[in-house]
């Protein structure tokens, strides 16, 4: 498990994550959701162990994010950036290869080769391996990313379990590839990875995930089940902005709908 | 499973990859004998071979031409046209621009003006016994190393390089090396502003084999050195965050990188001056017949880069025979066309 025990963070004299307790379990897909500047990605850079929380710790499997050792780690955890920049023409194969970087001198390339093949049929981007990075589309790069996240974690022999954390993992993607990258997440918890995910749409939020977090001004407004947290006056609150909550109709889920509000 | 042909194709590479160094380093022994043999007195490829294979057998005139003269000044033109171009492909992948290069970002200046210093000043009595004749390198390592450095702190914001600001910077201290030169010039003798006119402009005229002897370790450790850092120069394309998470440690690396670079290049402009875009041209070329990954850019690097540079020095040796230009001109000519067309390709390709 990875948790953070009343985490803050101080940015330009101001906490940014503010006593902020979660964790990510394993066998959980957690969405959290939040307006722009709630500290979302903060909260990321924190559980991620790239940024040192200024009052309390994050710790994986008991033992202080500091306290690993950054290929141990890397291992263990795997983050999808909000935007990854790449203007130099690495071709998709050496892109997602790159995630097998943490795994050197312990697997074989034949065992390297197969987790990055695996990684790009499951982002759906196993026809563009021989492309060149820098020519693709926006939504074609995140998948790229997402493979190459898979292929840092893909490791058949090795104990412990896995965590997942996904920054905004579905902004550039179409309909379809935002429902199976979720989806294909999903299904990585349910093998007993632990996936945090920052999510923008409350309604992918509301159909994949376990358990939904609410962020604003860098603390934790609710936190719970997607019936429990996703109620009308919460996510009001939440995102300052009126939002209606009814039942899908495909699914027992909140369906959530902004209300039509104009500039007022 | 999938087709292996594909997966061959697409992953491994590896006889493509052995394929081009393979055509590099033929290419790069074809120069190597070209340039021994090319020059006022013309000696034939055979005769260079034998002269190089059986040295006795040769006549003394080939012999003393081949070995004396020439020898030194084709594995001093190679070694740093490898060690530039080498320092610019890790330069590039470091500041994760492709127009970084160790010339126009001001660090062949730098690296210039602290050997133009220690030719006009002298080196401090006590300092001489010490170092003694490894005063030039040393000093123009020292020069190398502290614009690289000042340039990362100038262009750098939280891991990121601005281009603009790295470009700008780059001017701004080739002007103050430039201006500093000057006001060692107006202290100098004859004999120093020859030297220093040599430095500026880059040239190989100055080759002997203690010039070999001293670029050689830095040239040679500079390109080893940068082949165990390929995988982390991969992971720095996608920004030292991504680098982090993916387990590097990223600073460590980032210092080991700079300073082999401006040792390379405090090197290179000891043996021969200034010499501008050998950094910025070779890793392009490279990277449009082969992709960017390090694993083949840098050893490819470093043969196409001694092969150019050979090439541009005989150039500079034939074309005003008996006199000869400085490479520095030749490579500035050929190279700053070069960067006017790649300004204005990427212009294009990314719109403002």
Redesign the interface.
Known sequence: MIEAEGVSLRRGGRFVVDEVSISIRPGTLTAVLGPNGAGKSSLVRLL?G?AAPDFGKVTLDGRDLKRWD??????RR??L?QS????????V???V???R??H?ARSTRAED?AA??ASLKAADVWHL??R?YPTLSGGERQRVQFARVLA?LEDGGQSGTRYLILDEPTSSLDIRHQARLLGLAGGLARKGWGVLAVLHDANLAAIHADTVVLLREGRILASGDPWSVMTPDRLTETFDHPVLVSRRDDLDRPLITPAAGTAD | M?SLPL?D????GRSRHAGILAILSVLAAVAIIASLGVGASAISPGTVLRTLLHAADASPRDAAIVLHLRLPRTLLGFGLGAALAVSGAMMQ?LF?N?LADPGLIGVSAGGAMAAVAVIVLGVPALLAGTVGPFALPLAAFAGSLCTTLAIQRIASDDGRTDVSTLLLAGIAINAIAGAVTGFLIFGSDDRQLRDITFWSMGSLGGATWTTVLGLAPFAVGAVVAAGRWA?VL??L???E??A??????VEPAKRRIVIATAAAVGAGVAAAGVIGFVGLVVPHLV?LMA???HRLLLPASALLGGTLMLCADMLARTVVIPAELPIGLVTALLGGPFFLWLLIRQRRS?PP
Do not use: C, K, N, Y
């Not at chain 1, 950054?70 to 291992?75: F, G, H, V």
């Not at chain 1, 990854?84 to 071709?91: R, Y």
């Not at chain 2, 982090?244 to 440690?249: I, K, P, T």
């Open positions: 991620s790239e950054r290929r141990d780690l890397a291992r795997a983050v950036s990854v920049s790449l203007t130099f023409p690495l071709s194969a050496e892109v290869m790159l995630g970087a943490p050197r080769m990055a093949e391996a021989g060149a840092q | 999938t997966r194709a697409i992953w491994t992948g994760r492709p995988g991969d992971a394309l996608l920004g965050r991504e982090g998470l993916l387990g590097f440690d990277r992709g960017a990954g990314f």
